[in-house]
């Protein structure tokens, strides 16, 4: 289910105009000239397109928009426009997908704003229903833009429910999926009180219903929920017995009923990222064509503990030590599922561990760190996200006929994907929009 709060179009400035007796770009012959001699019309030009399709940059590319989707794509001077168009000359500039982000839970407009402002024109909120979405207010957007925001929901809890639908049984729990997928929700996600006895059903009436399962930070791992039939599994660093060595499972078990020590590094201690247990993850990842969402930025919070971030505890210093030693693991570990051509997607796990925003390019820089190819983190962020909502027909990749949402950055993000940060200004609905420096955004004038 998506709810999206995009603002009414308005004109942009021109900054120059096609000569008469332009030929309609294909697909658009015959809509009439007239609806073409419109400010809506824009052509970009002149710009390193990165379309997210896993293809090298295309430099000297323009992408013709009209409104509101991407309307014909080719090298500069190729593209034929209408009368009327808008040129904006991005010298210099890069062209890519607006990102998202697979995992954060937005409670405001004003955090909505937040994660557009780093370029997040699509959010998938695993916590909230659409009803309780509405209830909150997060439909009156007001004239500023907010990215999409697509919700299943409520997560399934199993007894008392925090923040999701309490269930007391195996078959509550297969009539809620029904309910939701009749309810238009575009997936399911099952909290970790969820018992593994109840698995199993509730996969098969997932796929009964024909939305996807999303096993969300399970206690104990994610491995059994994958088996039983999620599409989606998170994070990377689970605590998941079944990945070590038999032999360490015990004693990893032991630590993490008694409490005493951090998990995460108890268990990346324990962890061989290349022997045989993994490799049965990622056996299982690919027959099921599961997605696997790394959350890397969530479990390295304890070495970079940013106060905006809700729960973020600082750890003393020697359990810093502790896991900046074993940190190789993770990133050992991400490499692995990667390199056998498992899925990855990014999110941010905000405002849990991560602010809104920064913790989604934290996860993009932690991706490139271990070793992941800038292009390819760029892939994930974009058009991975969009695939496993079901949104890859309209977003997710700069393509003829999706819509005209993305970002157009100062630097080159394959050179170094920190420059993904560098955001010149946000396209969303074929309407520019920069985020200024008092916090407000502002409609782009080119001039």
Known sequence: MRHAGTPGRRPLLAVSAILAGAVLPDGLVGAGQDAFITPQSELF??????????????????VLVWGGRIRDIGTQGSVAAPEGTVVVDLSGSYLIP???????????????????????????????????????????????????????????????AVRGAALESEAAAIAEVARQAADGAGFVSLASSVPPPWLVGVARAARRAEVPLWADRRDG???????????????????????????????????????????????????????PDVDRAVTALLSNDSALLPLLASAYAPLDCLAEAATCTPPSADERAALQAVWPKAEALVRTFHGHGVRLLVGSDAPRTTPWGEGFHREMQLLAEAGIPPLEVLGMATRNGATALG????????????????????????????????????VIDGEAWRFDREGNWRRVRFN
Request: charged content about 25%; cysteine-free; proline content about 8%.
């Open 98 to 160: 607006g990102f998202i982000d697979a995992h954060a839970s937005p409670q405001t407009t004003e955090e909505l704003r937040a994660l557009l402002a780093a370029g997040i024109t699509g959010v998938r909120d695993g916590a909230t229903s659409l009803a309780a979405f509405e209830e909150r207010g997060r439909g009156g957007f007001g004239e500023d833009p907010v990215p999409a925001v697509y919700v299943g929901g409520p997560v399934l809890e199993a007894g008392e």
């Open 391 to 426: 949104q890859l027909h309209e977003r997710g990749t700069i393509e003829i006929g999706k819509r005209a949402d993305f970002l157009v950055l100062e630097a080159n993000p394959v050179a170094d994907i920190r420059n993904a940060r560098r955001i010149s200004f946000v």
């Open 221 to 275: 791992g994610w491995l059994l929920a994958l088996r039983a039939g999620s599409a989606v599994a998170s994070p990377l660093v689970s605590g998941d017995a079944e990945l070590l060595p038999e032999s360490e499972r015990g004693p990893f078990d032991a630590l993490a009923e008694a409490g005493q020590v951090p998990i995460r590094t108890a268990w990346l201690e324990r962890l061989e990222p290349h022997g």
């Open 45 to 62: 030009t002149n710009v390193t397109v990165i379309d997210g399709r896993g293809g090298p940059p295309r430099p000297s590319s323009s």
